[in-house]
């Protein structure tokens, strides 16, 4: 049964810091591309904060460029989003999806692209 689990959410102050965790089981993340939505309140889950492809390319949106990385490890069938310089408008639920990439995955950049999402943990962003 494929599934991902997001962890690592939470409150925090503006300019601080979270990783979020996406753990997949039931299939291996190597062929996929993984990319980390956030929703806010009120808002459609539609563009990528940013999406790690199968040959470890990346991209993340201008947004949260030079703020956010994303990171994957194979081996532990996970990948992050470390999140730093955090502001007020980062708040959303944030949710991480699969799908298979053929090497493309840093070009699946909206909601549509991918087959498999994570039930998506809170981040608040608030002093």
């Known amino acids: 049964q494929v599934q991902l689990v997001e962890s690592g959410g939470g409150l925090v102050q503006p300019g601080g810091s979270l990783r979020l965790s996406c753990a997949a089981s039931?299939?291996?993340?190597?062929?996929?591309?993984i990319g980390w939505f956030p929703q806010a309140p009120g808002k459609e889950r539609e563009r990528v904060s940013c999406?790690?492809?199968?040959?470890?390319?990346?991209w993340c949106a201008d947004s949260v460029k030079g703020r956010f990385t994303i990171v994957r490890d194979n081996a532990k069938n996970t990948v992050y989003l470390q999140m730093n310089s955090l502001k007020p408008e980062d708040t959303a639920a944030y949710y991480c999806?699969?799908?298979?990439?053929?090497?493309?995955?840093?070009?699946?950049?909206?909601?549509?692209?991918?087959?498999?999402w994570g039930q998506g943990t809170q981040v608040t962003v608030s002093s």
């Open positions: 039931g299939f291996s993340l190597e062929g996929y591309a």
């Open positions: 999806a699969a799908s298979e990439d053929y090497g493309l995955g840093y070009t699946f950049r909206l909601a549509k692209h991918y087959d498999y």
């Open positions: 999406v790690s492809g199968s040959d470890d390319s990346e």
